[in-house]
């Protein structure tokens, strides 16, 4: 447990490692002095715009920019024409995922058709931002309005409009033939099923819906791009992964990686949203045919219309259990709408679905199904928010049609290290227990409630967490600081996380450390910021930075006293002569020797590590009170109990909890796309209502700490699991509080109040007939 | 569009002049015309907070303020918040409190906060929520940023306590 | 899967690396190696879990006498 990490004093093990210092990047940003990829301005910069289709599903039969290119100020206009073309089965092989590359072209231009409303289909430069705007009202386009297809189940339909006339569906790498805007369909399967339910004593059984989120990051899309005459691009953007942006933009414009280089700024929240590219390719292409820089903002509206939202989800599970609570059996159906392209991360739903419990016979089905919606994206833990709803909003029921108390039915069935997930992993040292064993002891989950209609809900979520590749470069200057060069975009003070780990190692101060975030020219390969892996995955690398530092400083001890590397020991952040202990040298005091001991001390550490199956747990406690007159929710508390492994910054530990939480109350209660006729009805932040400050109270943290058993510190990873138990402890929280079970996201006043009158309705009938 | 309008105005103590067009909002012009990027664009169109400013004692989003309008207009933006001896209290407490994660909003939480002590030098956690609720943060569930206003407001009031002064 | 191994969802075979697992298996049930590769590589859909750890060498890795080779649909990140 940290207990001692929490004060913030270390937890004893360590000294640098669960200490609270001030993030190194934080001076600049609370002066208004980091830039981020909408502060990049270059000389000669020309502002682009995109034009965007009006229809949800439309033939695109002409586009005429003849008026636009005349308009004064208007250096160039572009369209799909302008993109290479396209061989039917080129692939792009993404860490988050594998892409038609012509799918992917279709999003930045759309050549044949437009497959939602927002979807880009000219761009413009300009001398200034509002010749751009005008000049798009003067392209026309030539649309043929074509039947559009939004909701996921009616997508699934053999009559419904489809997509894409090459799309068939794929079963498990077998192409089944059939054309369908299903795009895959996936299984897994554990045990026997029919025998699990024969033998149950309890079976429940619903079907849950969620509405389509955004991650609501509040700084817009943005590139800057500057095509220079030798052939050489080089893009400024805010990305949660520069050397992804380098391999999508160098694919999608036919150009090699080499060309492309990649220049990641501040990034003001990414979320999983920031992976995708957007604008890059586009501000390329406007600045070849220019010769200046060219920078795209997205307006706030076309973020939400036309980039990547989670997606919307049909969710059916039947769990069955015997009278004691122990699961025997459970099943689970899950659609989730990709958008216009497929892609929708409905197999990490598959694996999540179920993943917080053994459970011996189990079989899930995911489809992955494409309608007139933006491309879908990664959205914190995707997938999984989706189906826990249904999970844990059944677990509830058992729970409660049994009079166990929710958490001990939980533990009864709890995964542990050795439990069988249905996909077929098997669990090593996990903390799933761990969280709800803190959680059955917290004092809020003992505390007594307070009023009328209020009441408790709980629910465990789950993350499996990535590894891959990182790369972390260290420079020691003679002053005795390091500078380290990493691949990392930091959204959420992953520099401190990073230089925490390479300190720790050599007994240095985090401060004497200074991590900066490299562009594609000047780190090494790293994967993309996400799947909670830059503290895991980038920290390791760090590690091994620190290691071939020591290792290289052992030696120039050896030198400076004229001995050999094995009479150098390092011992409490000191180099030591090992049979004449009067000579000993701080790291500073080597460091400053090193002008005449030969080369430069560089330590890299390159590292693609496994992450295992482990993954991430929590738990959490929501109180509510239901307004009965309006059916409002309020949270009244609301608590996170989550195993992040060792916290290495538990601030910023604690920070990613917290807003995975009040993320996961947003969706629960409040956030929702609107569609009408295809259209998004609330594209602003105004009537996208994301939680304010006046939403949510204080939100409690406790950090479970069980070690990953293979990284070097025991980091697991914390940024996303957090997302996924608040709409289920809520809705549970509801029931607990007015005796209703609401099935579908948001939870919103309207639907509260008619499942209580409803319910009021039905008790009066009872009580009447 | 193309006549620009002379604005005169005063930025963060420093007396100043430029030219724009009547389109141009005030965060177009800080932005893009005088490279004072420290004001964040987030919406545009007056939802999110990410541009606070604050003209004339007043708490605005600059997105939402033509720039001609700010002629003989006193503004202050995150640029003006520390001060060559060091970083204002706010500042001081979003760092010690890791209220900022990607650090988009922050400039605009601070600066909205520092129009709220600048009127209620005690403010109670209700209060800072209510002024702060024009402010979107994606990233943190707003639990520091609070609990940093409510501790820099203790240190405001330390500061200014001895003297009897409420400024 | 299933309908190519005969309806079996474990199956024993032998094999030093994936490769060999999967040329082994293919010889047994044909049409495996297809359905799990393109170009003697692993197809991206598809990801290789040994011993309950998912593996970044695909036909590489390496396996012993009594690991577990999986098959499973690669994950999207977050």
């Not at chain 2, 939480?109 to 030098?121: G, I």
């Amino acid at each position: 447990m940290s207990n001692a990490s929490k004060n913030g004093n270390g937890n004893g093990k360590y000294k640098v490692i669960g200490t609270r210092p001030i993030r190194h990047d934080g001076v600049d940003k609370v002066t208004g002095r980091a830039a981020y990829g909408i502060d990049t301005h270059l000389g000669g910069m020309l502002y682009g715009q995109i034009l965007r289709s009006p229809h949800p599903y439309a033939r695109i039969r002409g586009i005429d920019t003849s008026k636009a290119k005349a308009l004064k100020g208007v250096r160039a206009v572009i369209t799909a024409a302008d993109l290479p073309p396209s061989e039917a089965d080129e692939v792009l092989n993404l860490v988050e995922g594998s892409f038609r590359l012509k799918d992917l072209r279709s999003n930045i231009l759309a050549d044949e058709k437009v497959f939602y409303q927002g979807h880009s289909v000219a761009a413009v430069a300009a001398t200034n931002l509002h010749i751009a705007e005008e000049a798009l009202q003067l392209i026309e386009v030539d649309y043929e309005i074509l039947p559009h297809v939004d909701d996921v189940v009616a997508a699934m339909r053999d009559d419904a409009p489809l997509l894409h006339e090459d799309l068939t569906t794929k079963e498990f790498g077998e192409d089944t033939g059939k054309n369908s805007n299903i795009a895959s369909h996936i299984q897994f399967k554990l045990g026997d099923l029919e025998k699990g339910f024969a033998e149950s004593d309890i079976i429940v059984e619903e079907e849950f819906e969620t509405a389509s989120v955004h991650q609501g990051y509040i700084e817009s899309h943005n590139a800057t791009a500057e095509w220079k005459t030798d052939g050489q691009l080089t893009v400024w953007t805010s990305t949660q992964g520069a050397f992804g942006v380098q391999k999508q933009t160098a694919a999608i414009l036919g150009l090699p990686v080499s060309k492309v280089r990649v220049v990641p700024m501040e990034i003001g929240g990414g979320f999983g949203g920031k992976i995708p590219v957007y604008l890059a390719p586009q501000a390329a292409i406007l600045s070849k045919k220019c010769g200046h820089p060219v920078k795209i903002v997205m307006t706030r509206a076309d973020v939400f219309r036309s980039t990547g939202p989670t997606p919307s989800s049909y969710v059916k599970v039947k769990l069955g259990a015997d009278n004691s609570g122990k699961l025997l059996a459970a099943q689970a159906t899950i659609a989730f709408a990709a958008g216009a392209f497929p892609g929708s991360p409905v197999g990490a739903g598959a694996v999540c679905v179920l993943s917080c419990y053994a459970i011996p016979n189990g079989l899930v089905d995911g489809y992955d199904v494409v309608l007139n919606r933006p491309r879908s994206a990664a959205y914190r833990a995707p997938g999984s928010t989706q189906v826990n709803l249904a999970v844990e909003t059944l677990m509830d029921e058992i729970a409660v049609k049994l009079g166990m108390d929710p958490i001990e039915l939980r533990l009864l069935n709890a995964a542990e290290e050795g439990t069988r997930r249905v996909d077929g992993a098997v669990y090593p040292v996990v903390g799933c227990r761990e969280t709800l064993e803190q959680t059955k002891v917290h004092e809020h989950y003992l505390a007594p409630l307070s009023g009328p209609h209020q009441g408790r809900g709980v629910a465990t979520g789950f993350w499996m967490n990535a590894g891959l590749k990182s790369t972390v470069t260290a420079n020691v200057n003679e002053d005795g600081t390091v500078n380290l060069m990493e691949g990392s975009t930091d959204i959420g003070g992953s520099r401190a996380s990073i230089a925490m780990q390479f300190a720790e190692v050599l007994g240095l101060p985090a401060e004497a450390v200074n991590p900066m975030v490299g562009d594609t020219a000047s780190v090494g390969y790293t994967e993309l910021t996400g799947g909670s892996r830059v503290t895991f995955a980038t920290g390791w690398a760090a590690y091994e930075a620190a290691q071939e530092v020591k290792k290289i400083l052992i030696g120039k001890a050896a030198l400076y006293w004229e001995t050999t590397e094995d009479e150098v020991r390092f011992e409490e952040g000191d180099f030591v002569h090992s049979t004449d202990p009067e000579k000993r040298l701080t790291f500073k005091e080597l460091a400053g020797h090193l002008v005449d001991l030969g080369g430069p001390v560089v330590g890299t550490g390159a590292v693609d590590p496994n992450s295992g199956v482990g993954g991430s747990f929590t738990t959490c406690i929501a109180d509510v009170e239901v307004d009965p007159e309006t059916g409002k929710i309020k949270i009244l508390r609301f608590t996170m109990i989550q195993d992040a492994g060792t916290a290495i910054h538990p601030s910023y530990v604690e920070g990613q909890m917290q807003g995975g939480s009040v993320q996961g109350i947003g969706w629960a209660l409040n956030e929702e796309y609107f569609y009408n006729e295809g259209r998004m009805q609330n594209a602003s932040f105004l009537d996208y209502r994301i939680p304010t400050c006046l939403d949510v109270p204080m939100i409690e943290t406790v950090i479970v700490e069980v070690p990953h058993p293979d990284h070097p510190f025991g980091v697991r990873g914390v940024g996303e699991a957090s997302i996924a138990p608040p709409p289920a402890a809520i809705a549970n929280a509801i029931y607990d509080a007015v005796g209703i079970r609401l099935h579908e996201l948001p939870m919103r006043p309207d639907r509260v109040l008619a499942a209580c009158l409803a319910k009021e309705e039905a008790e009066a009938a009872t009580a009447n007939g | 569009m193309n006549s620009k309008a002379h604005v005169k105005t005063t930025i963060n103590g420093e007396e100043m002049e430029f030219l724009c067009e009547p389109r141009q909002s005030l965060l177009e012009v800080l932005r893009d015309d005088l490279g004072l990027t420290g004001t964040k664009e987030g919406c545009n169109d007056g939802n999110c907070g990410a541009c606070s400013v604050i003209i004339d004692n007043v708490l605005v989003n600059a997105c939402l303020v033509f720039a001609v309008e700010i002629q003989g207009c006193r503004v202050f933006t995150i640029e003006g918040l520390a001060s060559p001896e060091g970083l204002h209290p706010l500042q001081q407490k979003f760092l010690e409190n890791a209220s900022l994660q990607c650090g988009i909003c922050t400039p605009g939480f601070l600066v909205a906060a520092k129009a709220l002590l600048d009127h209620n030098p005690d403010p109670t956690e209700h209060e800072v929520r209510h002024w702060l609720a024009g402010n979107l943060c994606r990233c943190t569930g707003y639990d520091k940023i609070v609990r940093a206003v409510l501790k820099a407001a203790e240190v405001g009031r330390e500061t200014t306590a001895p003297a009897g002064s409420s400024n | 899967m299933l309908s190519l191994a005969g309806g079996r969802e474990q199956v024993s075979v032998e094999g030093r690396t994936v490769r060999e697992v999967i040329a082994n298996l293919n010889r047994a049930h044909n049409g495996f190696r297809d359905r799990l590769c393109r170009d003697d590589k692993l197809k991206p859909t598809i990801a290789v879990v040994v011993d309950g750890e998912i593996s970044s060498l695909g036909m590489r890795q390496k396996v012993s006498l009594e690991s577990e080779v999986q098959f499973l649909p690669a994950m999207s990140g977050g």
